[in-house]
Nanobody
Framework: QVQLVESGGGLVQPGGSLRLSCLAS???????????ISWYRQTPGKSREFVAS???????NYEDSVKGRFIISRDNPERTVHLQMNSLKPEDTAVYFC?????????WGRGTQVTVSS
């Protein structure tokens, strides 16, 4: 069973940067390489929304509002996916979750809070 653990959130001023990490524990790196990994975010009272994804082959996809500002990458030996977030805006404030699908099962981490405020 996959366990996803997010880290790297915090408080940052508008225009600042943060780097989130998603560690896949309880699996080996060879298995991790087979997984597509996504980042989502959620604010109170709203549905969880897609932010970015990276496929097992390294193909990336971004939600329109973060294109050009966020970069998703993966480090397979470390079983980690990173989300580099630059030029942060107050509207990026949310809890950020990483996600993967294994067959019909969805796996989510517990999330990490990102707050963009002056």
């Amino acid at each position: 069973q996959v366990q996803l653990v997010e880290s790297g959130g915090g408080l940052v001023q508008p225009g600042g940067s943060l780097r989130l990490s998603c560690l896949a524990s309880k699996i080996g790196s060879v298995i991790f390489e087979l997984y597509d990994i996504s980042w989502y975010r959620q604010t109170p009272g709203k549905s969880r929304e897609f932010v970015a994804s990276i496929s097992r082959r390294g193909s990336t996809n971004y939600e329109d509002s973060v294109k050009g500002r966020f970069i998703i990458s993966r480090d397979n030996p470390e079983r980690t996916v990173h989300l580099q977030m630059n030029s942060l805006k107050p509207e990026d404030t949310a809890v950020y979750f990483c996600n993967t699908e294994v067959g019909a099962a969805q796996y989510w981490g517990r999330g990490t809070q990102v707050t963009v405020s002056s």
